[in-house]
C-alpha cells in the first residue's frame, strides 16, 4: 500500500526508494527543443548557430538528454548528425510536447490579454470625483484598448468590493489601511471647514475652537465614509449630524444653499471658495490632514492596467 514520504512523495512499502516526479525523468522543454533542432538541420553547428549557442553547448545537451533516457540519440559522423531508431521515436515525442508547450503559451498569451482588456477601480468619493478622471486619461493614453470600469462609494465600501473580488484596485481616504490589505500612499489631502456666507461663523475674526466644532451638529458624509471616520477621529466624536448624505456633491450643494456647516475635502470646494459661494472657516487646536491611499488585497499587488494606473498616481503626484 503507498503512503506518503516525509518529502510528500509516494513511497512503496517501509524502505522502498521514492518515485521521481516527472520533472526528474524527462528531459525539459528546451532540450527537447534543441533535439528537434538537430533532427531538423542534420547538424550540432546549424543547430547551436539557429539557436545562438556554442556547438559544444549543444553536444554537451545532448549528452546529458542521453544519460538521463539512458538511451542513445544521435550519431555523429563527418557528414553530420544522424537520429538513431531510439531519437527518432523520442524525437516525436518531443515534437507532441512542444507542440503542446506552443498551445499552452499560446493560452497564457490569450489569458493575460483578457485581464489587461479591462481594469475594474473601486474609489472613495473625493478621489472618484477629483482625481481619478485625470488619473484615467492619463491611463487611456498609454492603454488605449483596455476597459475601465469605476465604482465609487465610501472607504468601507471599496474594501468590501475588492474583497468579494469585483475590483482589481481600490482608492481609500481613511486613517488606516483596512486589514487584509496591502497600500501605496498616492497623494494628501486636508478637509476644510465651510458655510454659506450669511453663516455666523463666516464673520468669525478668529479660529473656531475644535471643541464648539465638535459640539455642532453638522451636514456630513454617511458612516463609513473616510471624511467622517477622519473628522470623527481628530475631534474626539462628533454630535448627532444635521444631514447625513451619502455624496460630497450633496454635502456641498447642501451646505452651498444655507443649510448648515459642513466638512469637506480641500480638493472638492476648491471651486465654490473661489467664487465666494462657501467660506472656509479656520480651526484652532486640531488638524485635519488625510492621506490618499491605493490599496489592494494582501499578496495581489496590481498587474497590467492596474499597476500602470498605480505608476501614474505618483507620477502625477510628484510631477511639478
Known amino acids: 500500500m503507498s503512503e506518503r514520504g516525509d518529502g510528500g512523495l509516494p513511497v512503496t512499502g517501509d524502505s522502498g526508494p521514492p518515485v521521481a516526479g516527472l520533472a526528474h525523468r524527462v528531459p525539459d522543454l528546451g532540450a527537447l527543443e534543441l533535439l528537434l533542432a538537430v533532427a531538423r538541420l542534420g547538424s550540432f553547428g ?9 556547438q559544444p553547448a549543444v553536444s554537451s545537451r545532448i549528452r546529458s538528454m542521453e544519460r538521463q533516457l539512458g538511451v542513445a540519440l544521435v550519431e555523429r559522423s563527418p557528414r553530420g548528425s544522424r537520429l538513431t531508431d531510439a531519437g527518432a521515436l523520442v524525437t516525436d515525442w518531443a515534437r507532441r510536447i512542444v507542440e503542446a508547450a506552443e498551445a499552452f503559451d499560446a493560452g497564457a498569451q490569450a489569458l493575460r490579454g483578457r485581464r489587461d482588456s479591462r481594469l475594474r477601480v473601486a474609489a472613495s468619493m473625493t478621489i ?31 474594501a ?25 500612499v498616492v497623494g494628501h489631502d486636508r478637509l476644510v471647514v465651510v458655510t454659506a456666507p450669511g453663516h455666523p461663523w463666516a464673520r468669525r475674526r478668529s479660529p473656531l475652537p475644535a471643541e464648539e466644532l465638535a459640539s455642532t451638529p453638522l451636514i456630513l458624509r454617511e458612516e ?10 481628530a475631534l474626539g466624536g462628533l454630535a448627532r449630524p444635521l444631514l447625513e448624505l451619502s455624496s460630497t456633491t450633496a454635502v456641498k450643494s447642501s451646505a ?65
Not at 46 to 54: M, S
Open 128 to 158: 472618484a470625483e477629483y482625481l481619478l478622471p485625470g488619473w484615467l486619461m492619463a491611463l487611456r493614453a498609454e492603454r488605449p484598448d483596455t476597459a475601465v470600469s469605476l465604482l465609487a462609494g465610501n472607504s468601507a465600501t471599496v
Open 46 to 54: 546549424r543547430a547551436a548557430r539557429e539557436l545562438g549557442i556554442t
Open 224 to 233: 463609513g465614509s473616510g471624511t467622517r471616520q477622519v473628522l470623527d477621529t
Open 160 to 184: 468590501e468590493r475588492l474583497l468579494a473580488g469585483e475590483a482589481d484596485l481600490g482608492f481609500v481616504e481613511g486613517l488606516a489601511v483596512p486589514p487584509g490589505f496591502d497600500s501605496a
Open 256 to 320: 452651498v444653499s444655507g443649510a448648515g456647516p459642513a466638512v469637506l475635502s480641500e480638493l472638492a470646494v476648491g471651486e465654490e471658495l473661489s467664487a465666494r459661494r462657501l467660506v472656509s472657516v479656520p480651526v484652532a487646536g486640531v488638524r485635519l490632514d488625510r492621506t490618499l491611499r491605493a490599496v489592494w488585497r494582501t499578496g495581489h499587488r496590481p498587474t497590467g492596467p492596474g499597476r500602470d494606473l498605480l505608476g501614474l498616481t505618483r507620477g502625477l503626484r510628484d510631477s511639478p
